[in-house]
């Protein structure tokens, strides 16, 4: 069954827009610290792009798990590739950068070339869903951000959390209804933190 257009797509797309918008605003940063991070070979990187890289491999796992369809998975698993080749440039010596990428290169050989790619995930499955994924993105670079006092991005990042869970509480029994417990956890316990993190931000600016 092949997605269709809705009115909750047109939130997301509106969301996209304004992540990529702030992701654009971080890379453009400059200066003595923009070489940051690229010595560290474990742990986090206060980079969004780190971040999106572990959500796709946290979803890779779980769709292995879950047994979704490989069509989707194979559109997915190259986007992935793409996106760390320039992070493994960036961040050389960073192990779970390089173990990723060789997990992402080792299933894709592994798919189906003649998958259905019009497949849809089975109902609740997370790897898609833009509004979820923003969320659980920039939650945990926002968190970073704020953590290292780099107010104005945080609150760009917190802003589109804050957005994406409102949108998500708002059709929990309807378009979301079938995400895993996990995911619906994540939203109801940490919505009401991200809405104080981002008051008390807006207080520091």
Same mark, same amino acid.
């Given at each position: 069954?092949? +997605?269709? %257009?809705?009115?909750?797509?047109?939130?997301?797309?509106?969301?996209?827009?304004? &992540?990529?918008? $702030?992701?654009? !605003?971080?890379?453009?940063?400059?200066?003595? @610290?923009?070489? =940051?991070?690229?010595?560290?070979?474990?742990?986090?990187?206060?980079?969004?792009?780190?971040?999106?890289?572990?959500?796709?491999?946290?979803?890779?796992? =779980?769709?292995?798990?879950?047994?979704?369809? =490989?069509?989707?998975?194979?559109?997915?698993?190259?986007?992935?590739?793409?996106?760390?080749?320039?992070?493994?440039?960036?961040? %050389?010596?960073?192990?779970?950068?390089?173990?990723?990428?060789? +997990? $992402?290169? =080792?299933?894709?050989?592994?798919?189906?070339? @003649?998958?259905?790619?019009?497949?849809?995930?089975?109902?609740?499955?997370?790897?898609?869903?833009?509004?979820?994924? !923003?969320?659980?993105?920039?939650?945990?670079?926002?968190?970073?951000?704020?953590?290292?006092?780099?107010?104005?991005?945080?609150?760009?990042?917190? !802003?589109?959390?804050? !957005?994406?869970?409102?949108?998500?509480?708002? +059709?929990?029994? &309807?378009?979301?209804?079938?995400? %895993?417990?996990?995911?619906?956890?994540?939203?109801?316990?940490?919505? %009401?933190?991200?809405?104080?993190?981002?008051?008390?931000?807006?207080?520091?600016?």
């Amino acid at each position: 069954m092949q +997605r269709s %257009p809705s009115l909750a797509g047109l939130f997301i797309l509106f969301v996209c827009l304004s &992540t990529f918008a $702030f992701a654009a !605003q971080a890379e453009e940063k400059k200066g003595l @610290n923009a070489d =940051e991070g690229k010595d560290k070979t474990t742990g986090d990187l206060k980079d969004q792009d780190y971040w999106w890289a572990k959500w796709d491999a946290k979803m890779l796992e =779980e769709a292995i798990k879950t047994r979704q369809p =490989e069509g989707p998975i194979s559109i997915n698993v190259a986007v992935a590739l793409r996106r760390l080749e320039p992070l493994v440039k960036k961040y %050389p010596k960073h192990e779970d950068l390089k173990k990723w990428q060789t +997990r $992402f290169e =080792e299933i894709d050989k592994k798919l189906d070339p @003649n998958a259905n790619r019009t497949a849809s995930w089975k109902p609740g499955f997370p790897w898609d869903m833009s509004n979820y994924a !923003q969320a659980w993105v920039n939650w945990h670079y926002g968190k970073m951000l704020a953590d290292d006092n780099d107010v104005e991005l945080a609150v760009a990042m917190y !802003q589109n959390v804050v !957005q994406n869970f409102k949108l998500i509480s708002e +059709r929990e029994d &309807t378009l979301f209804k079938e995400m %895993p417990d996990e995911c619906h956890k994540f939203v109801q316990e940490n919505k %009401p933190k991200a809405e104080k993190i981002l008051a008390d931000l807006k207080k520091k600016g």
